[in-house]
């Protein structure tokens, strides 16, 4: 195992550039405020009152970051190693990314179906983090990353757990039909029920379901796509066409799975969100592979382009100008398929784009990402991001994680998001399950480098685990640990200056363009 070596303080502590966040300057959403008001960057206000207030932090919890930073400072100055909140500052990493806070949330897919609480997808607004899980979703104060504090759990016994987030309102994927009721939020779930809940989060400490809209394959996975006529707009998407419908055939629950859905959630009135389109797929390339998209991919701005990993075969189209479509009623333009992605072995999975829209970021799940695809002998398609010229689909690289992962441990490049710089560079965080986080910087998208990581050991006993995703959010990364909860990391390095400060993150959308 690596010796854990933290940078010097004057590139942990000090900012010299107004848009990056310093570790003690993250500004507190409302109810949390400890200093006057620092000003909002790019017209994107920091503090969102739609979000409720949160119980104030005592002076307590200030002191404690307070310490937290002096301690850190003086541990650099005599070379000392910071005592471990969490085991995520014990793992092996580079020497540029130090570990900070973690809300710890235990876990395992080793327990019955029913059961298990592990973590999911995280999504962000103003200093409040909410981090899904298989029982619901957890809604956590990030304003101190040192030491971020639970403000609540509402629990929802469905799978997947996924998430998003927009104002006062937060909707949640509930992914397999059961063959019991289950409970959600003390509302009874019926047996066979699959969908999408929402929620009211206009009070924090106690989120109130508000909607429960049946979908006909369930939902995988959430995309925000945008507001539009008061309402908010989300695509929804089923992983694959299993278990579609009710005493359906292959066939026929691939006719009812070859979909993007897209429900609609008014913002007044959020009870009467609905399905209001059903978006049809091109592909699977192979007539043998499920269809369904897994999760989708949406940047607005100048661009306009959503992007689905589906099946074998990744779908792009536009959302509105210049290209046509909207983001109700998606336009098709090409498919993207990467030799090895075969739809068997494993499905596209997740996508993403640069923040000026010239780069399609694809990553795919070998083994249904349970198993350990990133050894040594695997191949590189197995543990592989990859570039794509969004225009075109034509493919411009690949990277491929370069440190090989044990037996023990299940990996694929899983969850990730883009750094939002203003320098014009490409830097992608990502969680890998068992490999951790890794920020990689694909400027050149041909000649990819990786800038940081932070690598688990193997779980013992073997199990699933890892970080389900890492987000950068707001100049510090933030890890879904499937077993454990949610980690905190601060990466130092010269090509990450000049991010943009957002006031709130949905990691699968970019509501605007850089460049």
Same mark, same amino acid.
């Given at each position: ?126 200093? =409040? ?5 298989? !029982? ?124 993007? !859905? ?7 009135? &959020? ?28 940047? #607005? ?31 098709? #333009? ?45 191949? &590189? ?14 493919? =411009? ?107 709130? #993150? ?10």
């Amino acid at each position: 195992m690596e010796t854990p070596v933290l940078e010097p303080p004057q590139t942990l502590w000090r900012c010299t550039t107004p848009d990056i966040a310093c570790p003690v300057a993250m500004r507190p959403g409302p109810g949390l405020a400890r200093g006057p008001p620092s000003p909002d960057v790019d017209g994107l206000s920091l503090t969102h009152k739609e979000v409720g207030g949160v119980r104030p932090r005592t002076l307590r919890s200030h002191i404690r970051w307070t310490a937290f930073s002096l301690m850190a400072a003086l541990a650099l100055l005599v070379g000392m190693a910071l005592p471990a909140s969490a085991d995520h500052a014990t793992r092996p990493h580079t020497p540029n990314i130090q570990a900070l806070g973690h809300s710890p949330q235990p876990a395992s897919f080793l327990v019955p179906d029913g059961q298990r609480t592990v973590n999911s997808d995280i999504a962000f607004w103003g200093n =409040l983090a909410f981090n899904g899980n298989y !029982d619901g979703f957890r809604i956590i104060d990030i304003s101190e990353p040192g030491d971020p504090q639970l403000v609540s759990w509402t629990h929802c016994n469905g799978d997947q757990g996924d998430i998003v987030v927009w104002q006062n309102l937060l909707v949640r994927s509930w992914n397999t039909k059961r063959a019991t009721p289950r409970d959600c939020d003390g509302q009874v779930v019926p047996a066979g029920w699959e969908g999408v809940h929402v929620f009211d989060i206009s009070n924090p400490t106690d989120p109130t379901l508000v909607a429960a809209v049946e979908l006909p394959c369930g939902s995988h996975t959430l995309t925000v796509a945008g507001s539009s006529g008061g309402r908010l707009l989300v695509y929804s998407n089923n992983s694959s066409s299993s278990g579609c419908g009710v005493g359906l055939d292959l066939a026929g629950q691939n006719a009812l799975g070859d979909f993007m !859905d897209v429900i609609a959630v008014p913002l007044a009135d &959020p009870a009467g969100a609905s399905l209001i389109h059903r978006e049809p797929l091109a592909g699977p390339t192979d007539p043998t592979v499920r269809t369904g998209c897994h999760d989708a991919a949406v940047i #607005l701005g100048d661009v306009n382009l959503a992007a689905c990993a589906s099946a074998d075969t990744t779908n792009v189209f536009s959302i509105g100008a210049p290209r046509g479509g909207s983001i109700e009623d998606p336009e098709f #333009l090409y498919t993207v398929s990467e030799p090895g992605v075969d739809g068997h072995a494993g499905r596209w999975h997740s996508a993403g784009f640069t923040w000026d829209g010239k780069v399609l970021v694809l990553g795919w799940e070998p083994g249904g990402g349970a198993a350990p695809e990133c050894e040594a002998t695997d191949p &590189p398609v197995t543990k592989s991001m990859f570039f794509y010229d969004a225009a075109s689909g034509a493919k =411009l690289g690949q990277w491929t994680l370069p440190r090989p992962q044990s037996s023990a441990e299940n990996c694929t490049i899983h969850n990730y998001n883009i750094v939002p710089l203003r320098s014009g560079r490409y830097l992608a965080v990502s969680g890998n399950y068992q490999a951790g986080t890794w920020v990689t910087d694909f400027t050149d998208p041909a000649n990819p480098a990786t800038v940081a990581w932070s690598d688990p050991p193997p779980l013992v006993p073997t199990q699933l685990g890892g970080a389900w995703s890492s987000y950068w959010y707001n100049n510090f990364v933030f890890e879904s640990e499937i077993t454990k909860g949610l980690n905190v990391f601060r990466v130092s390095d010269p090509r990450l200056s000049g991010a943009r400060v957002l006031g709130h #993150l949905n990691p699968q959308t970019q509501e605007f363009t850089i460049g």
